[in-house]
DNA sequence: ATGGTTGAGCGTCAA
């Protein structure tokens, strides 16, 4: 009954702008799921056609003009799953939770999309970072309340290198947004609320991994100033099944590209 | 401390 799924991520920064990535993603990670972010695009504008043209014809959206917005594209059966809150009541399209149908049970999927929280790690300076860490404490509460979930996975981009090696310099960075210990723990209670970081289970903790690297480094490349902000979280029960994983690093080097890059989990379910 | 770059969409704001 167990099938092999291969389920992928990216920050896409703009889903219109770069539809014609969609098939590098396909011919590079050949995902039966792929979850995006910053689709920005309104429902009423997505490109439905144009994602099935590359092999997803069961799509969920929920966007919103000019910013956020997240898709889940998948090749087997989705069913959206509506139970979440309106996360810090704001109505911004960060979330979109669906069961993928496949024989062995279904396998919940939530794609996130978490506050980037502006540039000043001070949520009294900085609402956006207030509500960056508020987002992440509600989601905490949220999951941790679904007591013994199971057949779950937590994907997206989640704005947070947590742990060292996930960025470039742990020390130079401690007090810059994605990896401030405010953050970071923040982050580790939500995952340890029931999941495993799937990707770390296939690379030691002291081994540098980055998914990010901003535009403004004229050679990124060369300076490889990263971070690992995207990430694949699964139940334990999943652990057992997990098979490999891709960080799609030369995407990084397309035309016209995001400033992430896709992450690829394949696992046996 | 600042700047560096990109996208949405035409003001700047968000990242």
């Not at 794609?111 to 905490?140: Q, S």
Request: hydrophobic residues 40%.
């Amino acid at each position: 009954m167990a099938q092999t799924l291969r389920i992928a991520t990216w920050n896409i920064n703009s889903l219109r702008l770069r539809l014609g990535l969609i098939g590098k993603v396909v011919e590079a990670l050949n995902p039966d799921i792929l979850c995006l972010q910053e689709t920005k695009v309104p429902d009423e504008l997505f490109p439905t056609d144009g994602v099935a043209a590359f092999g997803f014809d069961h799509v969920l959206f929920k966007g919103m003009k000019g910013y956020n917005g997240v898709a889940i594209l998948s090749r087997v059966p989705l069913q959206r799953q509506d139970i979440a809150p309106d996360w810090c009541e704001k109505g911004d399209c960060r979330h979109l939770a669906a069961l993928a149908q496949v024989p062995g049970g279904a396998v919940e999927i939530n794609n996130f999309y978490v506050p980037a929280g502006g540039d000043v790690p001070d949520r009294e300076a900085n609402p956006k970072f207030g509500h960056k860490l508020d987002f992440v404490a509600e989601a905490t509460h949220w999951f941790a309340a679904r007591s013994g979930l199971q057949r779950t996975v937590l994907m997206g981009d989640l704005n947070i290198a947590p742990m060292e090696h996930d960025v470039w310099s742990h020390k130079q960075l401690l007090d810059i947004v994605s990896h401030t210990p405010v953050e970071t723990e923040g982050l580790n209670r939500w995952r340890e609320a029931g999941f495993i970081d799937a990707v770390r289970h296939f690379v030691p903790d002291d081994q540098k991994l980055y998914t990010w690297w901003s535009y403004r480094n004229r050679d990124w490349r060369a300076s490889n100033r990263g971070r690992r902000l995207d990430h694949i979280w699964t139940t334990p029960d999943l652990t057992a099944g997990l098979k490999g994983y891709e960080i799609l690093q030369d995407a990084r080097d397309w035309v016209q590209t995001s400033d992430h890059v896709p992450v690829c989990l394949e696992m046996r379910v």
